[in-house]
């Protein structure tokens, strides 16, 4: 709507200028218009001219202008005062997790789906965990102490919200949620914080499957302990009822098609769309992965849903999923 033409009839009793005012008893009237930066409403001219009578003031339209309700102008002015005050908010972007223990491939998998997101015209980015470097600067720092998982975690707050000034889609094989399943001993405020801040973002989740080659690298992790690690993000995953897309090397071709087109559709909410990546491929071979670790046996049940209904809190969950 072109608010430049439009001029509305706006009454004494209307206005809050002190030099608009009755004349013995009566209203005033005068034209009015929008000032389109500002949402302020203006007199129509310099002179500020005041008619007697209503249809005077409607016969001083001004030639190609057209008329509209003083209570449209209005809504209009306040709606661009509120524009002007709040704060210029970019779009949240989509987050896609890559979740699996170490050496699961997930960098690889992370750097796969943002060339082909850039190549389909997207901004994309790729946002490591801070563990590579500190291990290579600082491997004694990497304690399992809550110090040390409370700063890798705000390290990577830090360097998601920065690239999220930049892009559409960011792709990370750290994501925020897991960080309370290093710490060796558990802090409630630490696990419910960071579990809170997971379910702020606009979330795209993906459980990465382990291949047959482990590369153990520079990671203090052997397989053993890696493996023990997926089970507790699996259950992690479940017990918070997070919805999540199943992957591997080999089908991670149709998995980022499904993410091109889950992100591109804007007008889809986050909850739709797990929704729709949940039953997008079957999910995974829970008895397999359990019959190597009896110590979830006691734990895991194949049958049942995994519920929050109060009586467990998440919190507690988060602890006792890493007291393995």
Do not use: C
């Not at 918070?240 to 090397?249: E, G, L, T």
């Amino acid at each position: 709507m072109e608010w430049k033409q439009l001029r509305a009839v706006q009454s004494s009793d209307q206005a809050e200028d002190p030099n608009f005012t009755r004349k013995g008893g009566f209203e005033r009237y005068r034209i009015v218009k929008l000032d389109p930066k500002t949402g302020e409403i203006i007199p129509d001219s310099k002179k500020n001219q005041m008619f007697d009578f209503l249809h005077q003031a409607m016969q001083a339209l001004p030639k190609d202008n057209t008329l509209v309700s003083y209570q449209l102008l209005l809504q209009e002015s306040q709606k661009v005062v509120k524009e002007q005050k709040a704060p210029n908010q970019k779009e949240k972007p989509w987050i896609v997790n890559l979740f699996a223990g170490p050496g699961a491939g997930k960098g690889k998998a992370a750097r796969k789906i943002v060339e082909a997101l850039k190549g389909k015209g997207i901004a994309a980015a790729y946002v490591p965990g801070p563990q590579k470097e500190i291990l290579k600067k600082h491997p004694k720092q990497l304690d399992g102490s809550i110090q040390t998982q409370k700063k890798l975690y705000g390290l990577q707050k830090q360097k998601m919200k920065k690239e999220a000034e930049l892009s559409k889609v960011i792709v990370t094989d750290s994501p925020l949620s897991v960080y309370p399943l290093y710490v060796k001993k558990q802090d409630k405020g630490f696990s419910k914080e960071v579990i809170q801040d997971f379910r702020k973002d606009k979330n795209f989740n993906i459980y990465l499957e382990r291949g047959a080659e482990y590369q153990k690298g520079e990671r203090k992790e052997n397989l053993q302990q890696s493996e023990d690690l997926d089970l507790s993000i699996w259950q992690m995953l479940k017990h918070f009822q997070i919805p999540f897309m199943i992957s591997n090397q080999e089908t991670l071709g149709q998995t980022i098609k499904e993410v091109e087109r889950q992100t591109s559709e804007a007008e889809r909410e986050p909850e739709q769309i797990s929704e729709l990546s949940r039953e997008s491929i079957l999910g995974i071979d829970e008895t397999r992965l359990l019959s190597s670790r009896s110590v979830w046996q006691k734990e895991a049940t194949l049958d049942e849903e995994p519920t929050l209904d109060g009586v467990i809190e998440e919190e507690e969950i988060v602890m006792e999923l890493t007291q393995h």
